[in-house]
């Protein structure tokens, strides 16, 4: 079986939907059709402030997806990446795609010149975490948020 990671294309609406919807699931949410569609349209966009994104495939399927942006940081003058979304079909856990996406988000932010790359996750996903403690560092921030 061959991974292959590429940067998400027009024609891969359909596969990308399928596991974006399975994400959001995963974290028992969901959105408008509307933010669907935008969220798509950024991932297209040669704006260098728009979200980006790559598919992991194997074999001729989707199989995991990623989704990154840069933004500028006031420690950071050359900007830093945010990954944003990272989700693995549940089938193909295991096998290397959440490492093979993150690896091309940390070479996408070296090529940017942003070295600087960091994410979220929830305390419970214990199974990304596994990976998250082999491929990153841990740092001891707390998130708080706008109440809605």
């Given at each position: 079986m061959t991974l292959d990671i590429r940067p998400v294309?027009?024609?891969d609406k359909?596969?990308?939907a399928q596991l974006w919807y399975a994400y959001l699931d995963f974290y028992d949410t969901s959105l408008p059709l509307a933010v669907y569609d935008a969220t798509f349209a950024a991932l297209l966009s040669d704006d260098p402030h728009a979200p980006c994104g790559y598919l992991a495939w194997q074999d001729g399927q989707a199989v995991g997806l990623v989704h990154y942006l840069f933004h500028?940081?006031?420690w950071h003058p050359e900007g830093v990446c945010y990954l944003q979304d990272l989700f693995t079909a549940p089938e193909s856990r295991g096998m290397g795609a959440g490492r093979a996406l993150i690896s091309a988000v940390?070479?996408?932010a070296?090529?940017?010149?942003?070295g600087s790359v960091y994410w979220l996750t929830q305390d419970f996903n214990a199974t990304a975490r596994k990976l998250y403690d082999k491929i990153?560092?841990?740092t001891p921030f707390i998130k708080y948020k706008r109440p809605e």
């Open positions: 294309g027009a024609q359909p596969q990308w500028s940081h006031c940390y070479a996408a070296d090529a940017r010149g942003a990153g560092e841990e």
